[in-house]
């Protein structure tokens, strides 16, 4: 009889080893499925931003088309010269057919850092003005927002899409092209945290 419960207890002992090498392993095959996930997930980041750094690079802020023609929110046509009242102003810049969620958020990453909205325009790239001022109700955006069909790099008519940020001063320099990277909140509140630290919030 003894014997018996020995080897009952044996048994026993013997299916919960079993079943917690069982256990462990599925959960070690989880956690390398998961580190699989992460570390494809980070390589596809790691791309894109890669890529933003290489656009950057090649549309310098010479490549902006400093001459083009602004349309205000009463429809007046001005240029940057007479949108420029401070030494420096910050822009952002998106066009038509960028997405308007992505366009939200650096709308409310800016809320966020703005101290003086008149250091601040937003340049949209809509065909038709009603867009322009349509978007600017739905988004709530607290900023003078101008319109403008010009080409906005020069000799870069393939790019005139990107949704880009700079500075821009009094005599029409441009200083710190940014190229906005979609879904990476992070990465550019960064950005608008260093420009407005320095240029913009300093007083």
């Known amino acids: 009889m003894r014997n018996i419960r020995t080897l009952y207890l044996l048994i026993f002992v013997l299916v919960?080893?079993?079943?917690t090498i069982f256990l462990l392993t599925k959960k070690n095959e989880r956690?390398?499925?998961?580190?699989?996930?992460?570390?494809?997930?980070?390589?596809?980041?790691?791309?894109?931003?890669?890529?933003?750094?290489?656009l950057m690079y090649q549309f310098s802020a010479e490549n902006i088309n400093v001459n083009q023609n602004l349309i205000s929110e009463n429809r007046d046509t001005v240029s940057f010269r007479d949108v420029i009242k401070k030494?420096?102003?910050f822009v952002i810049r998106f066009a038509e057919f960028n997405c308007l969620t992505c366009v939200s958020s650096e709308i409310k990453?800016?809320?966020?850092?703005?101290?003086?909205?008149?250091?601040v325009i937003c340049i949209s790239s809509y065909k038709r003005y009603e867009d322009m001022i349509k978007v600017k109700r739905i988004l709530d955006?607290?900023?003078?927002?101008?319109?403008?069909?010009?080409?906005?790099?020069?000799?870069?008519?393939?790019?005139?899409?990107?949704?880009?940020?700079?500075?821009?001063?009094k005599n029409l320099n441009v200083h710190h092209f940014f190229i906005l990277a979609p879904r990476e909140k992070d990465y550019n509140s960064k950005y608008y945290n260093y420009i407005f630290t320095e240029y913009l919030n300093s007083d």
């Open 31 to 54: 956690l390398k499925s998961l580190t699989a996930l992460k570390l494809n997930s980070d390589s596809i980041r790691i791309s894109k931003l890669k890529k933003n750094l290489e």
């Open 16 to 19: 919960i080893q079993v079943l």
């Open 109 to 119: 990453l800016l809320k966020e850092n703005i101290c003086d909205i008149n250091q």
């Open 141 to 169: 955006i607290p900023i003078k927002i101008y319109n403008t069909t010009d080409v906005f790099f020069i000799e870069e008519q393939k790019s005139n899409e990107l949704p880009c940020c700079f500075l821009i001063d």
């Open 87 to 89: 030494d420096y102003v």
